[in-house]
């Protein structure tokens, strides 16, 4: 059973830089993908960022390349969101996800979710 946590959320001021970091058990990375994912009060879940198990070949989301990096440390089957120059409107719950296979930018292909990790932006 595949089971995710996410951490290294928190409140910080803009401009300011965040890693989240989503612990992965039951998972064999290989044969999967990671998408992390973020959604703000009133809007609808957004993908930011995916990693592909087999090569770890990753995929942004148009508005967030250069500020994101997202990467996956197989000796601590742990994958990570790296976010850069924090801005107000990046206050959102920050998910991880995972399916088996190639990764989508649609949240209805991922199967195992994590319970999400509050970031807060300040300006």
């Known amino acids: 059973q595949v089971q995710l946590v996410e951490s290294g959320g928190g409140s910080v001021q803009a401009g300011g830089s965040l890693r989240l970091s989503c612990a992965a058990s039951?998972?064999?990375?290989?044969?999967?993908?990671m998408g992390w994912f973020r959604q703000a009060p009133g809007k609808e879940r957004q993908f930011l960022a995916a990693?592909?198990?087999?090569?770890?070949?990753?995929y942004y989301a148009d508005s967030v390349k250069g500020r994101f990096t997202i990467s996956w440390d197989n000796s601590k089957n742990t994958g990570y969101l790296q976010i850069y120059a924090l801005k107000p409107e990046d206050t959102a719950v920050y998910y991880c996800?995972?399916?088996?296979?190639?990764?989508?930018?649609?949240?209805?292909?991922?199967?195992?979710w994590g319970q999400g990790t509050q970031v807060t932006v300040s300006s």
């Open positions: 996800a995972t399916r088996t296979d190639f990764y989508t930018a649609n949240p209805l292909d991922y199967h195992h």
């Open positions: 990693i592909r198990g087999s090569d770890y070949l990753t």
């Open positions: 039951g998972l064999t990375f290989s044969s999967n993908a």
